[in-house]
């Protein structure tokens, strides 16, 4: 008899026969209590979980006394009780080198989009404003030979900085927990700590998860000491950011612009000030949101589950102490 799992997430069809030629697979809708309430026989015997963007928590673990290892369709996992994971020694398994060029390409639109103030522009043409040759009041800034502050240099961080160096001939700062020789070596990247960055970098581009130390790790002191003229991009979590603070930063002119794909609640409510600022570019977190990133996302976690629960944790691995 295969063993258990629970799936709350829909996979194409072919990932989903690959899961099922190694488990019997429930699929919920949701982790709701209602709805683990429904399925709970399932839920008790269950040995994996795989899906993404519910919360794992004690709660739910008590209702899966099983439960040997569980696989998360993202990187980030600030959904899950890590904690009480490591209590019962559940792994936790994610997929963090399956969407780092996407994420890349993603963060240098909102660079791109919020200097040449492409969004707002476009709306002016469709608007019909376009009624003779542009003047100032049209002009974005240069991103080339700009300098480029990066905070964060993970593999993202690391894809960034190639198509900025490379690219676009930018100058690379970084802040991170530990110096980087590659990016050194191979895009000149100069590690300085976060206010010499702030200070002085022409786009400040934030790559962090979010944790304890991280949440409105960016507040109004930060954005204070940024240029006048630097633009702020978010590609990672939006609680990293003191969110009314950046509102009122770019209200003041304390900063030029920002280019947003997260935010401290999602979906962003109709009513956020972030909405009604020219100066802002706010997508709706699609970071990795292509067909073909997310199909190599949703197969590296079957991979993972597959490979967690058969003993297999050389990579893509949180937790790798509880085995």
Not at 227 to 252: M, T
């Amino acid at each position: 008899m295969k063993p258990s799992v629970i799936l709350y997430k829909t996979l194409p069809d072919d990932l989903l026969q690959r899961l099922e030629d190694h488990f019997t697979v429930t699929q919920v809708k949701n982790l709701h209590p209602e709805t683990v309430e429904q399925h709970a026989e399932a839920f008790a015997h269950a040995v994996g979980l795989l899906g993404s963007s519910e919360k794992v928590d004690a709660a739910l673990l008590e209702k899966m006394p099983a439960l040997r290892a569980t696989s998360t369709v993202s990187v980030g996992y600030d959904n899950f009780d890590v904690d009480a994971l490591n209590a019962r020694k559940i792994l936790l398994m994610h997929t963090p080198a399956a969407l780092t060029e996407t994420v890349a390409d993603t963060l240098m639109t909102l660079v791109l989009s919020t200097a040449r103030r492409v969004v707002e522009v476009a709306e002016r043409v469709k608007a019909g404003e376009w009624t003779k040759s542009i003047g100032p009041d049209w002009y974005g800034i240069d991103v080339h030979h700009k300098t480029l502050g990066i905070v964060g240099m993970g593999r993202i961080g690391m894809a960034l900085a190639q198509r900025a160096h490379f690219g676009f001939n930018m100058p690379i700062l970084y802040n991170a927990r530990r110096h980087h020789d590659a990016a050194e070596t191979r895009f000149n990247a100069r590690y300085c700590d976060l206010d010499t960055l702030l200070q002085e970098a022409d786009f400040v581009c934030l790559i962090l998860p979010l944790t304890d130390e991280t949440r409105h790790m960016f507040g109004a002191e930060q954005f204070k000491k940024m240029k006048s003229s630097a633009i702020f991009i978010n590609a990672g979590r939006g609680p990293v950011v003191d969110e009314p603070a950046l509102i009122a930063a770019l209200q003041q002119g304390d900063i030029h612009a920002a280019g947003l794909d997260v935010f401290e609640k999602e979906p962003l409510p109709v009513d956020s000030p972030l909405l009604s600022l020219p100066n802002v570019v706010a997508l709706p977190h699609i970071g990795s949101a292509t067909h073909e990133t997310r199909y190599n996302m949703a197969a590296t976690a079957v991979d993972n589950l597959i490979d967690a629960l058969n003993g297999k944790v050389e990579k893509n691995c949180v937790n790798p102490q509880v085995v």
